[in-house]
């Protein structure tokens, strides 16, 4: 781990990603030595840490350490956190406060590999989403819904949750971005009002376009779900899992998603 730059694993107790959550996070996928998308998660960094006032560290400065990590760790996941950094007691920022941003390295998560053949099976979680505009699309650190809607299906036979908005309709997986696919139609939820846009679901997008397949980004009620041709999960991390198991609902044909999975391989 490194906290701004040096090795270590300390923060000042008075950080503010600490005690608020007042901060951003990416997570990318370090596969052969090559941190996979990284100029993508640089962006998304920069865009949330703009919207919540944060200075956002220089792209050379992080791509420097990213290279050092690199050397000792070719196969792995890295988390990038960036706080507002350490201030005074109290909700409202300081001005002068200087960022802190810190990498974390973690073991490959392994996968039965047929999840991404066959397909999951996802849950419906009874947590909802709150509304909040301000925060919507953004990977930020308060990230309590996921931890208490996780814990909903924790030892099933589930491997990602569902999660729905206050007035019901789809949002994301607990650490995905959800797609359906309908009448050769790619359809994804509207992220304006709550949710993360993640690296993966852009690029997901853009392979569709590049397939000729229409996309889609509006509201999607829990119906259409169950009614689409196929459904589909993404992450950085894990990249493309089809669902095969929603509820009562099952699926066996995965003939879009491979097609989509073909066009991310050759990008």
């Not at 270590?8 to 608020?20: A, E, H, K, V, W």
């Not at 200087?98 to 990498?103: E, G, S, V």
Request: with cysteine; hydrophobic share 45%.
């Amino acid at each position: 781990m490194l906290v701004n730059g040096s090795p270590g694993n300390l923060i000042s107790i008075r950080d503010r990603g600490l005690l608020y959550g007042d901060g951003v996070f990416r997570t990318l996928r370090v596969a052969n030595g090559a941190p996979l998308h990284w100029p993508l998660h640089y962006q998304k960094l920069l865009r949330d840490c703009a919207a919540l006032g944060i200075a956002c560290p220089d792209f050379s400065c992080l791509s420097a350490e990213l290279d050092g990590l690199l050397q000792h760790h070719p196969d792995a996941v890295f988390k990038l956190i960036v706080t507002r950094g350490s201030g005074a007691r109290g909700y409202a920022p300081d001005s002068c406060v200087a960022p802190t941003h810190l990498w974390d390295v973690a073991p490959v998560p392994v996968y039965p590999e047929h999840w991404a053949v066959y397909g999951v099976a996802l849950h419906l979680c009874a947590l909802s989403l709150g509304h909040q505009p301000r925060l919507a699309g953004i990977k930020h650190l308060n990230r309590l819904e996921n931890v208490l809607a996780a814990a909903e299906f924790a030892g099933s036979d589930a491997a990602e949750g569902l999660l729905l908005d206050d007035r019901g309709r789809v949002i994301e997986g607990t650490r995905s971005n959800i797609f359906l696919i309908s009448n050769n139609r790619l359809i994804t939820p509207d992220l304006s009002r709550c949710g993360v846009a993640g690296v993966a679901r852009d690029r997901v997008m853009a392979a569709a376009g590049k397939t000729g397949m229409p996309v889609e980004v509006r509201e999607v009620a829990l119906d259409e779900l169950s009614a689409a041709d196929e459904v589909f999960l993404t992450n950085s991390v894990f990249g493309l899992w089809p669902v095969a198991r929603f509820e009562q609902k099952c699926w066996g044909s995965f003939d879009g998603v491979a097609k989509l999975r073909t066009a991310l391989d050759v990008e």
